[in-house]
């Protein structure tokens, strides 16, 4: 089975902080992708990357930045939390192309 | 744009009844559909796919969902309900660049 580890299951943070969200899998999937998650909101796209060192702009990319230096590992940073940025986040990955994306269980960030 | 509509945000079942949860989607060309389920404090786990085909497929626990192009729709049902479906349901179309356009959720409550 696809395994998506995401570093933290729940993480507080200050105002004004660098912060640091880890997703690694562990099937070799080109495909990664960091999604937040709002009530009423679904699940709203915020970077993706194709493949390693590759990066590109979701839906709502203001305040965030990512990095892919392994092809294992997608990691997601709030240059400056906001309280506006306290949500759940959620990690995703898969082979490439139309295929299904797999999920972590979530990090719920609360930006105080 | 493409756009993901799921009608109902809270739905209420009794155990052993009968599913449905509606799903309609806003796309150009023949869209890649997938239903998804989040229990609580969890990520996302597929449950079917539609690509192309058979319109009606089936999915995982007991789940299936029919295709209707004539409608634009993607309705995921069950024909008995049990109390660990409670859950968040989730529909999802495969957009441009192969990015994944989520809808708002539908919650299911299994009354026993």
């Known amino acids: 089975d696809v395994k998506v580890t995401q570093s933290s299951r729940y993480l507080v943070k200050r105002t004004g902080e660098k912060v640091f969200l880890e997703c690694v899998q562990d099937m070799d999937h080109e495909n990664m992708f960091w999604y937040r998650q709002d009530p009423g909101l679904g699940l709203r796209l915020i970077y993706f990357?194709?493949?390693?060192?590759?990066?590109e702009k979701g839906d709502i990319p203001e305040g965030y930045s990512v990095s892919r230096e392994k092809k294992e590992r997608f990691s997601l940073i709030l240059e400056s939390a906001s309280t506006n940025q306290t949500s759940m986040y959620l990690c995703?990955?898969?082979?490439?192309?139309?295929?299904?994306?797999?999920f972590g269980d979530g990090t719920r960030l609360s930006i105080l | 744009a493409q756009s993901v509509t799921q009608p109902d945000i809270h739905i209420t079942v009794s155990e052993g009844a009968s599913l449905e949860l509606r799903c309609n989607y806003s796309y150009g060309a023949t869209p890649y559909l997938f239903w998804y389920v989040q229990s609580p404090g969890q990520g996302l786990q597929l449950l079917l796919k539609?690509?192309?085909?058979?319109?009606l497929v089936q999915g995982i626990k007991g789940f299936e969902a029919e295709f209707k192009r004539s409608q634009s729709s993607f309705n995921l049902r069950k024909p008995s309900v049990h109390w660990s479906d409670a859950a968040e349901y989730f529909c999802?179309?495969?957009?441009?660049?192969?990015?994944?356009?989520f809808g708002a959720g539908t919650i299911l409550r299994v009354k026993s």
């Open positions: 990357s194709y493949d390693v060192k590759m990066k």
């Open positions: 995703a990955s898969r082979v490439q192309g139309d295929q299904p994306q797999h």
């Open positions: 539609y690509f192309s085909g058979d319109t």
């Open positions: 999802a179309v495969g957009a441009d660049g192969n990015k994944l356009v």
